[in-house]
């Protein structure tokens, strides 16, 4: 079957009915009558469309106080697929997923000093090759894919223009999306990172309620993504590292974007990893037991966990700037929902809760209040999976 013809063909209608089964499905023909308006001929129509297209499927009925069970329609988990992948400074994933969002393959590579653009391509189509193997998949299967990656970059044009912090050379204005696309021999969408770290998180079940969602990921940068009423606001020049240059005191630290006193200078892993060795320099004592130059931000959290007190001093004022920046990004765009991952998050229990505590201080007054998320449901996976399904997304408008 090919799958193309298939897509094209479908009517708007013929796609509303799937956009809502991929959001809300399973769903009875009265629910999606309910978020569609449309008549129910024409459901019925949309429904044969979509089951022969096997885009669908039925799957058995509903539970009922009596009289006859209504029938359930759900997303096919099992006739086509989608490949996401995430390409970031310290590591690279190649995820293969179902219509449904269930991650059926995830592989990752550490990018090496020596991981120029045309060597990370020739690495993730090992990967996804590997992957394809593995599930038993025929390439034709594979709907598309989308990479999620380091801004700034031209999503049109699917170009990486300039990143920071990248090991390698050779990340100047490369055409990322034409290489990845001659290499899997499919189609491809980009965005940075952040954007399809939030979509991934929308189009979660955990979070299907929710059209307002911030997204902070608190690594070696700083990036966060940001989704208003069901659509990603971008920043001008696409890059996702806005938030971490925003300037909480002119007097601060130089930051290598120009400034000084962004929120990077204080909170990112560099800037905590550099404040604690500053402090060892001057002579406070530390349980670590490594040369200076080697502690990383995972010996001084341990270090934290265990009750050291400088170790919890340098987590809590980071935590702390960070804090200053989100209440203020909190008050501008004024999130339902705000997920808070990467490294520093995930791994600092001290880190995560002094975050949430000075935005709850600070914010969340007058009934006013914000689910906060560790971590979100993809976990590492939601730059990848996001990606993937943008794929999707984009076809279905
Ligand atoms: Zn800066």
């Known amino acids: 079957m090919d799958y193309y013809a298939n897509m094209e063909a479908l009517t708007d209608d013929n796609k509303n009915v799937f956009v809502k089964i991929l959001r809300f499905g399973p769903l009875t023909k009265k629910k999606i009558i309910e978020y569609t308006h449309m008549k129910l001929t024409t459901l019925n129509r949309s429904i044969q469309v979509l089951i022969h297209a096997k885009l669908i499927v039925e799957i058995g009925e509903q539970a009922s106080t009596g009289g006859r069970k209504p029938a359930l329609f759900d997303v096919n988990p ?44 020739e690495c993730i189509k090992k990967l996804y090759l590997r992957g394809l193997r593995s599930l038993g998949l025929k390439k034709e299967s594979i709907l598309g894919g989308g990479l999620g990656t380091i801004g700034p970059l031209d999503p049109r044009e699917g170009i990486i223009h300039k990143p920071n912090n990248f090991y390698a050379k050779g990340w100047t204005n490369v055409p990322i999306k034409n290489m990845l696309e001659k290499a899997l021999g499919i189609n491809m969408v980009i965005d940075n990172g952040a954007n399809t770290a939030v979509y991934g998180e929308y189009v979660s079940r955990s979070l299907i309620e929710y059209k307002n969602i911030v997204y902070v990921n608190c690594g070696i940068g700083i990036r966060t993504g940001v989704m208003a009423g069901g659509k990603i606001i971008s920043t001008i020049h696409n890059s996702n590292d806005a938030f971490g240059h925003m300037v909480v005191n002119f007097d601060g630290e130089p930051c290598y974007c120009g400034q000084y006193g962004c929120v990077e200078c204080y909170a990112s892993i560099l800037a905590i990893e550099k404040k604690y ?31 050291e007190e400088l170790a919890q001093d340098v987590l809590a004022s980071a935590a702390r700037i960070l804090g200053i920046g989100l209440v203020n990004y909190v008050t501008l765009v004024n999130p339902e929902k705000i997920i808070l991952s990467g490294p520093m998050m995930n791994l600092s229990d001290i880190f995560y809760h002094m975050v949430i505590t000075y935005i709850e201080k600070s914010v969340l007054k007058d009934g006013h209040s914000i689910v906060f998320v560790r971590g979100g449901a993809y976990k590492d996976n939601a730059i990848a999976l996001g990606a993937a399904h943008m794929f999707l997304r984009d076809k279905l408008q």
């Open 78 to 121: 099992m006739a086509y697929y989608l490949v996401g992948i995430d390409i970031s400074r310290t590591y690279s994933k190649v995820i293969i997923t179902n219509l449904k969002r269930e991650i059926l393959f995830d592989k990752e590579f550490e990018m090496k000093h020596d991981m120029t653009p045309y060597k990370t391509v």
């Open 277 to 307: 060795r500053s402090y060892l320099k001057l002579g406070r004592e530390t349980n670590i037991k490594k040369p200076i130059s080697q502690i990383t931000y995972g010996d001084i959290i341990r270090a934290g966990d265990h009750g």
